[in-house]
């Protein structure tokens, strides 16, 4: 009697897995430009979304997340006008470019994640 080999099969992750993997890549990468944008403290820095995460087709887009310490970040969220105001004021062609961007539609596949998380290891290198 012979016997059938037969290959592993590979499971291909899912996409829940990639983006939590991209995630912490882009926060990593982000916070590895060692400031904060608005105040120019070295301490306790976080990825902040310019516009939210929700918006898939800008989460993963360097031009949408800055570099804030804790303490911006939080007057970030509490006061998210004045917020507004100092981004269009420091960086207004982001600005241009983000509102564009937000309007494009795209569901995300497996292979996009895949993309985006070999481009984000591309920027720390």
């Given at each position: 009697m012979k016997l059938k080999y037969s290959k592993p099969k590979i499971?291909?992750?899912?996409?829940s897995t990639l983006k939590r993997k991209a995630d912490i890549l882009l926060s990593k990468f982000i916070?590895?430009?060692?400031?904060?944008?608005?105040c120019g403290t070295l301490k306790n820095l976080q990825a902040a979304h310019?516009?939210?995460?929700?918006?898939?087709?800008l989460?993963?887009?360097i031009q949408?997340?800055?570099?804030?310490?804790?303490?911006c970040h939080f007057q970030w969220h509490d006061s998210p006008l004045?917020?507004?105001i100092w981004f269009n004021q420091a960086y207004p062609e982001r600005v241009k470019y983000l509102v564009k961007k937000k309007q494009i539609i795209k569901k995300?596949?497996?292979n996009d994640y895949l993309k985006t998380i070999e481009e984000i290891k591309n920027y720390v290198r």
């Open positions: 499971k291909k992750p899912s996409k916070r590895s430009l060692d400031h904060c944008e608005r310019i516009y939210s995460r929700r918006f898939i087709n989460r993963y887009d949408n997340v800055i570099c804030l310490c804790s303490k004045d917020s507004m995300w596949t497996v």
